[in-house]
């Protein structure tokens, strides 16, 4: 198995290794697919970069798809999104990659885990390996969005082979230019008209020159929303039952829809989403997807 410094410098660009797994993932039902450095994770805390997950790495390779169809989009209910638009299909795909990488062309790779480490915190950011893999940019309300599909789920694999790296996108898909007309007219986008931070919201921001120049997100507000039936809740829910004197009450409270819900999201998803999209659903970019002629 490869994976020194030395080893590398005998090869070449590996463009050609590159190609072929981009094919891979794109036939395979991935929207899109980058490279990162691994060294550019400076923005990442100590612990969190990719030398942390795999040391000697070189390459973080990141695809994304899995997005919501457009019928999703159409359902006023949209708690179903939960299972069918989750990050374990292209976590799967993730995982023939560097299956592939292994195998084929002898170098080290690790998927990054899709939960979470000590503290709520991500074995390693996706959003800013899909950022610096130039697969998106961040939008105001946090995900990162692909200037033509706009929101998607992203997967992650970190490898000792060296790949040519794409880079961050220039252009930021976050505003798009109908978010700056609007905010023109209006002094609101769709996402903060939807979701004002002034009114018990989570967004909010002021718009210059067609960036944005301040950003408002309540992450604590917005993670209470979006995550009403995950881990937390099981917790919250398991420390007042046991702290539930009244025998009858306890077994209401462990026979919940509320508990129930949260026991389904977490047996059945790999990280319960899809709990409130809104902000995501008047969002301009990949609009043009979601309405079928």
């Not at 997950?53 to 695809?63: E, Q, Y």
């Not at 709990?275 to 979601?290: G, L």
Request: one cysteine or more; charged letters at 20%; glycine letters at 8%.
């Amino acid at each position: 198995m490869k994976g020194t410094a030395q080893t590398d410098e005998l090869d070449t660009d590996n463009s050609g290794i590159k190609e072929e797994l981009k094919q891979v993932a794109l036939k395979a039902g991935a929207l899109v697919f980058g490279v990162a450095d691994a060294s550019a994770f400076t923005a990442a805390a100590e612990g969190y970069r990719p030398t942390d997950i795999l040391p000697k790495a070189r390459s973080v390779v990141v695809i994304g798809g899995a997005k919501p169809r457009a019928g999703d989009w159409q359902s006023p209910n949209y708690q179903h999104m939960e299972l069918s638009s989750t990050n374990d299909r292209i976590t799967a795909l993730s995982m023939r990659l560097a299956h592939s990488i292994e195998r084929q062309a002898g170098y080290y790779a690790v998927v990054v885990p899709p939960g979470v480490d000590q503290g709520q915190l991500p074995f390693m950011s996706l959003a800013l390996a899909a950022e610096l893999a130039g697969c998106g940019t961040p939008s105001l309300a946090g995900p990162v969005l692909h200037p033509e599909h706009g929101f998607m789920y992203f997967s992650a694999l970190i490898t000792t082979l060296s790949l040519p790296v794409d880079g961050p996108l220039t252009q930021p898909a976050c505003p798009a230019p109908a978010c700056v007309e609007m905010y023109q007219r209006s002094g609101a986008t769709p996402c903060t008209a939807t979701c004002p931070i002034e009114d018990n919201g989570c967004l909010g921001g002021a718009i210059v020159d067609g960036r944005w120049s301040e950003r408002q997100y309540d992450r604590g507000r917005c993670m209470a929303r979006v995550y009403n039936y995950w881990v937390p809740t099981f917790q919250k829910i398991l420390t007042e039952t046991l702290d539930e004197p009244d025998n009858e009450q306890r077994r209401m409270m462990i026979n919940s829809t509320l508990f129930s819900r949260s026991l389904w999201s977490m047996t059945y998803a790999n990280i319960s989403q899809g709990q409130c999209f809104e902000c995501m659903r008047v969002c301009p970019v990949d609009q043009a997807n979601r309405q079928l002629s």
